[in-house]
């Protein structure tokens, strides 16, 4: 009997697992695939690795090589702290057969006194005709298979969609990105989705929004509606970028937890509805990152450690990698005036940051939204170099409710992209003091 059987050894799962196991609790991690999952795997890792190395002329052979030196090093770096830490990995499938039992593939069966389901989530295919046809791929499929590709036409604008076009696109690809809604990666501050769409034009992307695919026809060809006239588009590969699903499918060989649309329904502990069975990650919605599924993680963990949660589990920051990146954390100015509470804006483009210049001189921004009575960060739009590391700070500052004054306490170097944060913090002090 152990303490702990963890199912999914991705992100999350392996968090888990080296919390628990260095806090003394005897854990078995089953992993049907590689340890590191869809993140290391076939996911952040391929793809930022891609993007750093992609661009005009670029050797495919030597990326591909290049993707999995890292990827390897990673994933044996985390089965190393995982032996160090003795947690049991189990390479197997397993399915869950009850509160506190496990069975792996090969019928062996596993006793814990708590469950942990970390299986993380797979690429959705569109209820559309057409999906299986040759030449149709799945991110999956796309980084399995690194090459350059005539005319990559892309379902889906979302984070996927975007940075994968952003690989090919740079290596001097034909590119095209159809996206149902009227833009691109919506849930980002619309301001940042404007700008990623002008850089993606510029490097050569064609861009529909508003554009839904009705069906992909032998070719491949994609068939779609763009301000009501039909198209229909050749290309070499179509890649399925639309959205991802819960891993859930054929776990439970007994009565499951409670599901909605195949996410499994969780409390603020992270306790399904069958208390000894404890999900986090993509299987239970939310944002389908990999740091929001390690932070949870190693808070199931501490629980069940007899500790309160060291690490905040909101808010959780998300990053585009472009050029330049786009980063953003907490409300927009748009969600915080939809949530009825008064906010105001401080905004800093970077044309005069003297780091911005030197790097290359492209356009960007940073915005600041705070609370119009209180002065605290409600949260920050980032379109900047190294905007995925300086959201960071603003994380901080969102997380412990720091104000605008706090925000402009620090003395921050000079020339650096950070400065941008000081400007912004003064704008928003300016816009502050007007609606006093
Ligand atoms: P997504 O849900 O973010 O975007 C899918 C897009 O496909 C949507 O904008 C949707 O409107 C569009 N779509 C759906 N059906 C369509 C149709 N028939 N025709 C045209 N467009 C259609 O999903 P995505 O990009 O696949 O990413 C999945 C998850 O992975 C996301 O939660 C994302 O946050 C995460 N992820 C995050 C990364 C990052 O933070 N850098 C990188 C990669 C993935």
């Known amino acids: 009997m152990h303490d702990l059987l963890i199912i999914g050894g991705g992100p999350g799962g392996c ?37 750093h190395g992609a661009g005009p002329g670029c050797d495919w052979s030597a990326l591909a090589a290049e993707k999995e030196t890292v990827v390897a090093a990673l994933r044996s770096g985390m089965e190393k702290q995982l032996k160090a830490a003795k947690v049991e990995v189990v390479p197997a499938q397993a399915v869950i057969t009850g509160p506190h039992t496990v069975r792996t593939s090969d019928g062996v069966p596993w006793e814990g006194t708590s469950l942990l389901v970390a299986v993380g989530s797979y690429p959705a295919l569109l209820p559309l005709p057409g999906m299986d ?17 005539d005319r990559l036409l892309i379902i889906g604008g979302g984070v996927i969609g975007v940075e ?7 290596a001097g ?3 095209t990105i159809v996206e149902a809604l ?24 064609t861009v529909y929004t508003g554009a839904s695919v009705a069906e992909i026809v032998p070719g491949p060809a994609v068939r779609f509606t763009h301000k009501e006239t039909e ?24 009565e499951a937890p409670v599901l909605t649309h195949g996410f499994l329904k969780v409390d603020q502990l992270f306790r399904t509805s069958i208390p000894s069975i404890y999900a986090i990650g993509d299987a239970i919605g939310g944002a389908m990152l990999a740091h929001k599924a390690e932070a949870e993680g190693e808070a199931v963990a501490d629980l069940l450690l007899g500790m309160v949660p060291r690490r905040g589990i909101s808010p959780i920051p998300s990053c585009v990698y472009t050029q330049p990146e786009l980063a953003q954390v907490g409300l927009t100015l748009d969600e915080a005036r939809a949530q009825g509470i008064p906010a105001v804006s401080g905004k800093c483009v970077l044309g005069g940051n003297g780091r911005t210049l030197i790097e290359g001189g492209k356009r960007g921004f940073v915005k600041l939204v705070f609370h119009r009575d209180s002065h605290t960060l409600l949260g920050a739009q980032l ?13 901080l500052a969102v997380t412990l409710g720091l104000t605008a004054e706090h925000l402009l306490r620090p003395v921050r170097p000079h020339p650096t ?15 502050l003091e007007k609606q006093a």
């Open 15 to 51: 968090a888990a697992a080296l919390r628990a196991a260095k806090g003394g609790l005897s854990v078995a991690l089953f992993e049907a695939r590689q340890v590191g999952g869809t993140c290391l795997n076939r996911g952040c890792i391929p793809t930022k690795a891609l993007l």
């Open 417 to 431: 992209f950070a400065e941008a944060l000081t400007q912004a913090v003064e704008a928003g002090l300016e816009a």
């Open 383 to 395: 379109c900047c170099y190294r905007a995925s590391d300086l959201i960071s700070e603003l994380t």
């Open 133 to 149: 046809l040759p030449g149709v791929v799945t991110s999956d499929g796309l980084l399995e298979d690194i090459r350059p590709r």
């Open 164 to 170: 994968l076009a952003w690989v090919w696109a740079s």
């Open 182 to 205: 009227d833009r691109l990666i919506a849930n980002l501050d619309r301001e940042l989705s404007q700008s990623l769409t002008m850089e993606l034009k510029r490097l050569g992307v």
């Open 231 to 254: 198209q229909v588009l050749a290309a070499d590969t179509v890649l399925v970028a639309a959205g991802r699903r819960p891993a859930t499918a054929n776990l439970f060989a007994c």
């Open 173 to 175: 690809c034909r590119v």
